[in-house]
């Protein structure tokens, strides 16, 4: 019983049948008066005005509680639309990522590659092509003085110098935060300016950010893709097990 007053519609609909008695028992109950007052013949012009006064307003509120009801159900069925329609939308989304990604280019990709820079290079490439990134990078951990850090190794469409040395201590920063607790991490609002992509054209800043460690038996590297659409659950294990074969890939060649 509670279920069915929570719903508005239902409750319009249970309100405009007792106005509709309502109305029903006041014309009943005016029409009786004068029988119940003993009152003459001769009275019925008098009552005429309040008999149309009533039914006028009967009609006002009939037609009012209808309309309502009718917007209410145009609401629900437009809501429901809307849900359908998002719904279908990020389906379509979800296919066309799984479609338009595939492990074997990382892996073939991978079995060309010999040294340690053309392992990341090409595991990187093949990443952010198949993902339309806009940016990537991968960081390779490094030990000095008994700290540990990632320092950059390679890049995708980097806007940085070639002699540019970037680096982080791991806990610090999205990239030693990830490298630290040796989990992915995905950001789907990155702030203005945090990262900028620059072309010929201009410059725009990414949305998105996805920080995966590459690891074996210890964090190896970070791989870091910036995206200027959001990254569907099914590409973000694809980089994830990307970075798992770049890393078997170190593994077996140390």
């Known amino acids: 019983m509670t279920g069915l007053f929570n719903d508005r519609y239902y409750l319009n ?3 405009a049948v007792l106005f509709t008695a309502g109305i029903g028992v006041s014309l009943y109950l005016i029409y009786s ?13 008098d009552f005429i005005s309040i008999y149309s006064i009533l039914i006028l307003t009967f009609i006002l509120g009939a037609v009012t509680l209808l309309s309502a009801l009718r917007y209410k159900k145009e609401i629900i069925v437009m809501r429901d639309r809307i849900v359908d329609a998002a719904s279908a939308e990020r389906e379509a989304a979800e296919q066309a990522g799984k479609t338009s990604i595939s492990l074997d280019t990382v892996k073939s990709n991978l079995s060309q590659a010999s040294t340690e820079k053309e392992i990341f290079q090409a595991g990187l ?22 700290k540990r850090k990632v320092e950059l190794k390679n890049g995708y469409a ?4 070639e002699s540019t040395v970037i680096s982080y201590e791991f806990g610090e920063g999205l990239i030693g935060q990830a490298a630290a607790g040796a989990r992915t991490l995905y950001v789907d609002d990155v702030p203005q300016g945090y990262v900028k992509i620059i072309s010929g054209l201009g410059s725009a800043s990414p949305k ?10 210890r964090v190896l590297g970070i791989v870091e893709i910036a995206s200027f659409t959001a990254l569907t659950e099914d590409q ?5 097990e990307s ?6 890939k170190i593994s077996t060649r140390a």
Do not use: H, M, W
């Open 13 to 15: 609909l249970i309100l």
């Open 33 to 45: 008066l004068p029988a119940n007052l003993r009152l003459t013949d001769g009275y019925q012009s």
């Open 125 to 146: 490439q093949a990443v952010c092509k198949q993902l339309e990134a806009g940016q990537g990078a991968i960081y390779i951990v490094k030990e000095e003085d008994g």
């Open 158 to 161: 980097l806007t940085i110098g």
């Open 208 to 217: 998105y950010l996805l920080i995966v460690p590459i690891k074996k038996d």
């Open 236 to 240: 973000r294990k694809f980089v994830e």
């Open 243 to 248: 970075a798992e074969l770049i890393a078997d």
